[in-house]
């Protein structure tokens, strides 16, 4: 081991010179310093680092490291340690079985979107079918991971994604070329200032921490999520107040909207589509019982 890997190796990682003995090596160092899922960060980074799949680890397990290798490993791990996320660090996200990117313009995915995605599927199912052509728009589209995760369920819709960022634009556009997408397209405006309808229908992950919150976020969140992407204003319900302002013209009659809910989000929110006219539904939960999505409808 070289002098410089050395000085980023991990406490008693003496023997750790085998891909399995440094997948282990930077799991207890995980775990010793609070890493949350200690075990699958260690192996998703050495797997990065080597450029080996979850197959391909476990085959190699017992091949010895050369330097560089033990460098680039600790290099990635370091940055885990700093608290940096791992899809950060890789690139890449999974979401909704799709490979997405990321960079530092867009949040990370997260598994509790996937309710947005289920809810604003099971009011289509309600209304159409699957092969409806229907027209979606995606307001904060970041990635582009609801509006992708749609259109490879709805073969006839087309969707349309909003940002007021130039580079998560950028980001959500590639995905949607590398997944095969080539029914989405994109405009940088703030939420729906640049869109015309009818959409049948609307969804969104708005920016919705409150903004004296965003300090107390965990340090994945607070020192690596893009602002902007996070603060929804001093009570985290100003973006919501865009949409219901902007929502009852765009969508189409019995058109549907379909927004991700922060905790302790559902009353307030449910009131604010109420008032605009929209017929709001029981919000749907996450998987942690959480208040996640809601739906609502354009009636008349």
């Given amino acids: 081991m070289t002098p410089a890997a050395a000085a980023l190796a991990p406490p008693g990682s003496a023997a750790a010179h085998t891909v399995t003995g440094a997948r282990r090596a930077w799991a207890a160092e995980f775990r010793a310093r609070g890493i949350d899922s200690p075990e699958l960060d260690a192996r998703l980074l050495v797997g990065h680092a080597l450029s ?29 340690l ?26 990370v995915p997260r598994p509790e979107t996937e309710t947005v995605v289920a809810a604003a599927l099971a009011a289509i199912d309600a209304r159409w079918q699957r092969a409806h052509t229907l027209r979606i728009a995606d307001l904060g589209t970041g990635c582009g991971a609801i509006l992708l995760a749609l259109l490879t369920e709805l073969p006839n819709a087309f969707g349309i994604g909003s940002d007021t960022s130039p580079r998560a634009l950028a980001v959500a556009s590639d995905n949607a070329r590398r997944s095969g997408l080539s029914r989405a397209a994109y405009v940088a405006c703030d939420m729906a200032a640049a869109l015309r309808g009818p959409f049948d229908v609307i969804v969104s992950n708005p920016p919705y921490i409150a903004a004296p919150d965003i300090a107390k976020l965990p340090p994945e969140v607070r020192l690596f999520d893009p602002r902007l992407a996070l603060d929804g204003g001093a009570d985290g319900l100003d973006c919501y107040r865009a949409i219901a302002a902007s929502a009852p013209a765009l969508l189409a009659l019995d058109g549907v909207i379909v927004v991700e809910l922060g905790a302790g989000q559902a009353g307030p929110v449910t009131a604010l589509f109420a008032g605009a006219g929209l017929a709001p539904s029981p919000p749907q939960p996450d998987l942690n019982g959480v208040p996640r999505a809601l739906v609502a409808r354009k009636l008349a």
């Fill in 82 to 107: 700093a608290r940096e996320p791992v899809a950060r660090i890789v690139g890449v996200k999974e979401f909704w079985s799709l490979k997405l990117g990321i960079d530092a313009a867009t949040l």
């Fill in 52 to 80: 080996l799949d979850h197959a391909a680890l476990a085959a190699c397990g017992s091949r010895l490291l050369n330097a560089a290798e033990e460098s680039a490993i600790a290099a990635l791990a370091h940055r885990r």
